[in-house]
């Protein structure tokens, strides 16, 4: 429980307290850099501040940020500063970007402002973006291949297994009576172990994300792309990256490099999720091989009509058609109700997924068990058909 001395310079500093002899310095300058964000406008007698349209004036700020608060805190109050006070401008300056906490979010900005960067701007932005390529994919990179690799068939068993399919208690039980009393342990002659598949091109299992880059899925967008480039190294999945706005771009070709990916999406527009169907569905030879997720917040721009008919036809084809509303950090999702509904009555299941949950979900559907058993079980919200 906080103390009653520590309680009260809390409650100074957020009355404003720069001219609170009982404040530290530090305290002091606590107060005036989120004075400078909070209250830009000043009120009567008491706080006033601003940043200003200078760069170099927000780039001691967020100095200051950095120093007084922990990295996801200072992540918020950098989102809270592009928002309140339009510095989106000032991350066309490199010498700006680089004071900047890499997040998903700024990756967001910078893919959306990629269109009007200098080059100079531009060489930094990449590897401000590669910077949070390359944590997310340490975060979610083994998680996945190890999730997902579906080359493992639990259901046979073989005598020369890889060291990564032994299975040891097997193993163990199979060789106990080669237990050696001197060392404590069982000695192995023969080792158990999960054989994998060998599947020829034509037999393996394809992944279709149909990702929507509309500017309310900015942060989707980026875990949908990281995602992607890790299941296209799996050998044992064929994967396809399509985003869409009101238009299509097809960045299979560019999954060995998500950073070339993310530079490739294009923020912002309207939303035509039928034509992104209709795209995906040329790239579908074997339906029932077929795993396409949309990731989109349904709220269509074309003809709504004839893409829940396409998304009929093709869960009737085969296809395992699954509806992620959000793939994100960022809390409860916007959405078309009546489409998700709609969408749900076809059997799809419809909701929204962490970062955190999504390998899980992928080896569920790769494994043919049931996803919104699965989602439910995981206490996830699915949607219902009306």
Same mark, same amino acid.
């Given at each position: ?23 530290? &310095? ?68 490199p010498e700006f970007l680089e004071t900047l906490e890499a997040d998903v979010h700024l990756v967001a900005d910078l893919i959306t402002l990629r269109g009007a960067m200098p080059d100079k701007t531009r060489a930094t932005a990449r590897m401000v973006v590669a910077q949070v ?55 192995? &002659? ?69 950073? &070339? ?19 995906? &569905? ?25 893409m829940l008919a396409r998304a009929a036809a093709m869960v009737s084809s085969g296809v395992n058609l699954i509806v992620l509303l959000a793939l994100s950090d960022d809390g409860r999702p916007a959405y078309d109700q009546a489409h998700a509904q709609a969408l749900a009555a ?41």
């Amino acid at each position: 429980m906080t103390d009653t001395p520590e309680r009260l310079r809390r409650w100074r500093l957020a009355m404003g307290g720069q001219n609170d002899e009982s404040l530290s &310095e530090t305290d002091i300058r606590i107060d005036r850099a989120l004075t400078a964000l909070y209250a830009p406008t000043g009120q009567p007698g008491r706080r006033k501040g601003g940043l200003g349209a200078s760069a170099p004036r927000v780039a001691r700020w967020l100095g200051d940020i950095r120093e007084f608060f922990p990295s996801p805190v200072v992540q918020v109050i950098q989102r809270d500063a592009f928002e309140r006070l339009n510095l989106k401008a000032m991350l066309l300056e490199p010498e700006f970007l680089e004071t900047l906490e890499a997040d998903v979010h700024l990756v967001a900005d910078l893919i959306t402002l990629r269109g009007a960067m200098p080059d100079k701007t531009r060489a930094t932005a990449r590897m401000v973006v590669a910077q949070v390529v390359a944590e997310l994919m340490k975060r979610l990179a083994h998680k996945t291949t190890e999730t997902i690799r579906g080359a493992i068939n639990r259901s046979q068993r073989t005598r020369r297994p890889r060291p990564a399919d032994i299975d040891w208690p097997r193993t163990i039980r199979t060789n106990l009576h080669h237990w050696q009393e001197d060392y404590q342990t069982v000695i192995p &002659e023969v080792l158990v172990g999960h054989a994998r598949k060998s599947k020829a091109k034509a037999d393996l299992d394809h992944v279709i994300m149909c990702v929507d880059q509309s500017g309310s899925m900015a942060s989707s967008v980026v875990y949908a792309s990281i995602f992607s480039a890790v299941m296209a190294s799996l050998p044992v999945l064929e994967t396809k990256l399509v985003c869409f706005d009101t238009t299509i771009i097809d960045l299979s070709e560019q999954l060995a490099d998500p950073v &070339e990916v993310l530079f490739g999406v294009q923020l912002g527009g309207g939303t035509d999720i039928n034509a992104a169907l209709a795209y995906c &569905e040329g790239l579908i030879n074997q339906p029932t091989k077929t795993h396409l997720v949309l990731v989109s917040d349904l709220y269509e721009g074309g003809n709504a009509k004839q893409m829940l008919a396409r998304a009929a036809a093709m869960v009737s084809s085969g296809v395992n058609l699954i509806v992620l509303l959000a793939l994100s950090d960022d809390g409860r999702p916007a959405y078309d109700q009546a489409h998700a509904q709609a969408l749900a009555a076809l059997g799809c299941p419809v909701f929204a997924c962490t970062p955190d949950q999504f390998p899980d979900l992928m080896a569920t559907a790769l494994s043919r068990q049931d996803t919104a058993a699965w989602a439910s079980g995981q206490g996830i919200n699915l949607i219902r058909a009306a």
